[in-house]
């Protein structure tokens, strides 16, 4: 019999592997997969964020999640384990990631370095947004207020320029000159 | 002051685009572009992939699958930890998941199951004729369980591991500085496998060697058999 471990809500075991209104289950890590299909659905909304937190926007992380299961599917054996896979996945997202930089920026701007299988695919299905939040958090908290007020709109919670110098009773021009100050600023911070 | 391409890097980040490409020339660009990111990733954008990604990208998965090869579900797992045991000497979890998921033939070749890892288990391969090889001379190998590097300096050989030990990137070398240069976090290993230089608070571990010699007219080394 399959061990699953079952996500928020409590359901009964996931025999069909087809219902898409089934709540997930969590397959513990020395199960194997029942295909492919399964491996992908099992691990791709928690690849695609992981790799958000890295990149900061959607284009650029579809192409990435699209790359490393395009990659890593191919080889796949399925009757590897979850955990072997998902070690598989990560590894190949971390070289990924790596070639992205070097192909746009040339340097190696943010890495998978610290993530960990258990947390990327583990118990708590947005562990990459909590992070990412507790991150911007401490950042903007060691800012001056104005600094962290642009940062906050602009980035956060995605306000225009123009809405953000309404807020913050300033003109455009110089809520530009403002942010990139505090990006400035933020960035010798988180440095 | 920001440059040009941080900018509208930052601008194109912002407005949820497609960021622009641009050469990195300093640590403060760097600095600001990972900053820009992480708020970014903190911001209200963040709300999984769309529906529409995760099928599209489901349909291409299914239909580059359907034009492979079959994969046979071969092997026990157990085999597989063997294949892998030999071939890493446990550093190279790179080459280790590579080699386990890396086809049917490496594994499907493995002898039958014995139900221990077994450190014999592996070949003399050759990876280089000993004429190509001259004193003083690097040669990249991979015969296929492993990867590596093997060097002939003042007479003697020496083979090394070409995975990194710390996250398992593929080593490239430099030959102008005759370093080991792993692209994924600025880390150098010399060819004798010690850390130059790496950008990790704790330097990863020194690159596995293994046993190399000369027999027939060719450089060989001791690897699991591909």
């Known amino acids: 019999m399959r061990q699953v471990r079952i996500g928020r809500r409590s359901v009964e075991e996931n025999d069909g592997d087809r219902g898409t209104e089934v709540p997930r289950l969590r397959l513990v890590s020395a199960e194997a997969y029942s295909g492919w299909e399964e491996i992908y659905r099992d691990n791709v909304t928690r690849l695609y964020r992981t790799i958000y937190a890295k990149v900061g926007n959607r284009a650029d992380a579809e192409d990435l999640t699209a790359e490393v299961f395009l990659t890593a599917l191919r080889p796949l054996r399925v009757s590897a384990s979850v955990g072997e896979v998902r070690a598989y996945l990560l590894a190949t997202a971390r070289t990924v990631l790596a070639s992205h930089w070097r192909r746009t920026l040339g340097v190696q701007v943010t890495t998978l370095d610290d993530e960990r299988v258990e947390t990327v695919f583990g118990d708590a299905p947005t562990a990459a947004s909590a992070d990412a939040a507790a991150r911007a958090d401490a950042i903007l908290g060691a800012l001056p207020d104005r600094y962290r007020t642009i940062l906050r709109l602009r980035f956060l919670e995605g306000c225009s320029v123009r809405d953000t110098a309404d807020i913050m009773g300033i003109t455009v021009a110089n809520a530009k000159v403002l942010q990139h100050r505090a990006l400035g600023a933020a960035a010798k911070v988180g440095a | ?226």
Do not use: N
């Open chain 2, 1 to 226: 002051m920001m440059a040009g391409g941080v900018r509208r890097y930052v601008e194109d980040l912002l407005a949820d685009r497609r960021p622009r490409r641009f050469r990195v020339r300093s640590d403060e660009d760097a600095d600001q572009v990972r900053t820009a990111i992480a708020l970014r990733a903190a911001g209200a954008g963040d709300d999984g992939p769309s529906e529409e990604f995760t099928a599209g990208l489901q349909q291409r998965l299914a239909a580059s699958r359907s034009d492979a090869p079959a994969v046979p579900r071969g092997p026990t797992r157990r085999r597989f930890v063997q294949a892998a045991g030999v071939a890493a000497a446990g550093a190279a979890v790179g080459a280790g998941i590579d080699h386990l998921v890396a086809g049917p033939a490496g594994i499907a070749a493995a002898p039958e199951d014995t139900g221990t890892i077994d450190p014999t288990l592996g070949a003399w391969q050759a990876v280089v004729p000993s004429d190509q090889l001259p004193d003083g001379g690097v040669h990249a190998f991979d015969v296929g369980t492993v990867a590596g590097f093997v060097e002939r300096t003042g007479g003697r050989l020496r083979a090394v591991s070409g995975v990194c030990t710390h996250q398992g990137c593929r080593l490239a070398l430099q030959p102008a500085s005759r370093e080991l240069a792993c692209p994924c976090h600025r880390t150098v290993f010399a060819l004798t496998g010690t850390v130059v230089r790496s950008q990790l608070r704790t330097p990863p571990a020194t690159l596995p060697r293994l046993p190399v010699r000369e027999a027939d007219g060719h450089v060989q080394v001791y690897a699991p058999p591909s």
